[in-house]
């Protein structure tokens, strides 16, 4: 099991940008796709965007492409959303979530066994 610990929210403005952290202990970060969902008060938890541990190739929700951007350290047990134009409706729980061994890349919450506790994002207009 994964253990994962997220940190980096706050509030920004409409236009501004976040980068959020998501480290995990254990030995199978390196062989995890690793994953960011986000979910609003009232809303279903939704997928954002993930990061395969073979060859790093990603897959992002239509609303978040082009602005945020998911990223890996192995050596640092560590992935990374850089968060850029956010706007309004970007404002939710972000989550963390690692799968292991999968050699294909999910958007199904369901599918992740590991979650981290969450960090908040508030975007101002």
């Known amino acids: 099991q994964v253990r994962l610990v997220e940190s980096g929210g706050g509030l920004v403005q409409a236009g501004g940008s976040l980068r959020l952290s998501c480290t995990a202990s254990?030995?199978?970060?390196?062989?995890?796709?690793m994953a960011w969902f986000r979910q609003a008060p009232g809303k279903e938890r939704a997928f954002v965007a993930a990061?395969?541990?073979?060859?790093?190739?990603?897959n992002y929700a239509d609303a978040v492409k082009g602005r945020l951007t998911i990223s890996r350290d192995n050596a640092k047990n560590t992935v990374y959303l850089q968060m850029n134009s956010l706007e309004p409706d970007d404002t939710a729980g972000y989550y963390c979530a690692a799968r292991a061994y999968s050699l294909r890349l999910h958007e199904q919450a369901v599918e992740y066994r590991d979650w981290g506790q969450g960090t908040q994002v508030t975007v101002s207009s």
């Open positions: 254990g030995r199978t970060f390196s062989s995890s796709n």
């Open positions: 990061i395969n541990w073979i060859d790093e190739s990603t």
